[in-house]
């Protein structure tokens, strides 16, 4: 099903990870400090409270252009020598890291293109453009990042500009790791548990190569998309693989594979996907399904009115299932808040769904009077709402195939809906989440 990496990628990426210390991120910190931003550290209450931890949010999201991104672009292009400079950059982004990038080419005067996917939000397409303005064209290619990183690689090659990887090369990943040095200086100590969203791979190898030298004790926990975990899947493989399809929701993270250089940097680190050992220090990766990062986005917002991107909600999304003992001490990574406003219906959506609140079903109804009424009384619950009503079919002129979306008052309503739905004449078919025709449908 995946496609592994041939043997020579992941030896090469060894060799060019030893390169990446906490010396490297210490010198990076000096280097990027004068245009980034020394993000807050925040005590939240209610997630201490609902954990039993003392629990940080480490808003990257009230970063100079929303993300981290910017620390590694900026890291890697303030290093580039005169000639670099005048060839101009290359880069391929879901949207944060192209921001990074145009942010830094319009402050050092860089000319660069930047690539990014057809269903980068247009919110992130706009400012794109405003954070480099005369200094970046945006290019838009194929339908995910993996699409975009072809297009930029085949354009510096045939122009000489010099490409800037958004997680694979090590300049990136010490930028990346220059959020661990300022977590520690604010937090004053080490905390017990990080937990870090991935994407490919680079944010995480910063900040675990930065704790594994001056905080070992602490235990790293990287979270992915489910629909996208591509380091997973490289862990489980032995090296990268290419996934065959991957959910482009979470797009700040929906990677198709995860980096050379750092998938060596995790492994040799001791990353492992499973559960906690109990043991301080581990480095542990787990998925997250996306009804949960919308769960995540929408009690953030709702809660402490923080506009977090599902990749800067997937941190806060894993602490239900995080190794996490109480009294313990515990930082999560808002790594983003580039959301467009217009997603929140698919966000409220996919909340539902998986809060077991929202279901959907085809009823063939008889094509005689009262008949909704009926499926109204007898089969509907007194606190369920019907929140679509579509037919799709209509076999003949005795009954006709409608798509109902139910919305329940809560999650235990299911059960006496299908026990209604089951006594009832009419034929219903409860359409779950994943299949074809759930999908297709909704």
Not at 124 to 146: L, N, Q, Y
Not at 370 to 398: C, M, Q, S, W
Request: glycine fraction near 10%; include cysteine; hydrophobic fraction near 40%.
């Amino acid at each position: 099903m995946w496609q592994v990496a041939e043997t020579q990628d992941v030896t090469k990426s060894t060799e060019s990870a030893a390169a990446v210390s906490a010396a490297d991120i210490d010198a990076a910190t000096a280097r990027i400090s004068p245009v980034i931003a020394a993000t807050p550290l925040q005590y939240n209450d209610r997630l201490s409270a609902a954990t039993g931890a003392n629990v940080f949010l480490k808003r990257e999201d009230l970063q100079v252009v929303r993300s981290y991104k910017l620390r590694g672009a900026y890291n890697l292009m303030v290093q580039l020598n005169s000639e670099e400079r005048a060839t101009g950059v290359v880069a391929a982004s879901a949207g944060n890291h192209a921001q990074g990038v145009a942010f830094a080419c319009r402050t050092m005067g860089i000319e660069g293109r930047i690539y990014v996917p057809h269903n980068t939000p247009k919110q992130k397409r706009d400012r794109i453009a405003v954070h480099g303005g005369e200094f970046v064209e945006v290019i838009a290619v194929g339908d995910t990042f993996d699409d975009a990183a072809e297009a930029a690689r085949a354009d510096a090659a045939s122009t000489g500009a010099v490409m800037v990887p958004p997680f694979d090369d090590p300049r990136t990943v010490a930028g990346q790791g220059t959020i661990a040095v300022e977590i520690l200086d604010q937090l004053g100590r080490a905390p017990d548990l990080m937990v870090i969203p991935v994407g490919g791979g680079g944010c995480l190898s910063g900040v675990a190569t930065y704790m594994r030298e001056r905080a070992p004790q602490t235990t790293i926990l990287g979270v992915e998309p489910a629909g996208a975990a591509c380091m997973i899947a490289a862990i489980m493989s032995g090296g990268p693989v290419t996934l065959p399809e991957i959910d482009p929701f979470v797009d700040g993270a929906a990677v198709r594979r995860a980096g050379a250089v750092t998938y060596a940097t995790l492994t040799g680190l001791g990353a492992r996907a499973g559960q906690a050992t109990g043991t301080p220090g581990e480095l542990l990766l787990e998925h997250v399904d996306e009804g949960a990062i919308c769960t995540a986005m929408l009690e953030l917002y709702q809660n402490e009115g923080i506009i977090a991107e599902p990749a800067g909600a997937l941190s806060v999304a894993a602490l239900p299932h995080a190794p996490i003992e109480p009294g313990s001490t515990v930082v999560c990574l808002v790594s983003g808040g580039n959301n467009d406003v217009s997603r929140y219906g698919e966000i409220v959506e996919r909340s539902l769904v998986h809060l077991g609140l929202k279901h959907y079903f085809l009823v063939d109804f008889p094509q005689e009077p009262g008949a909704l009424r009926r499926f109204l009384d007898e089969v509907l619950g007194p606190d369920d709402d019907i929140t679509l009503f579509e037919y799709v079919k209509r076999n003949n002129r005795e009954t006709g195939a409608a798509l109902v979306g139910i919305q329940l008052g809560s999650r235990d309503g299911l059960e006496p809906l299908l026990e209604r739905m089951e006594k009832s004449r009419l034929q219903i078919e409860q359409l779950e989440p994943g299949s074809p025709a759930y999908r297709y449908l909704t």
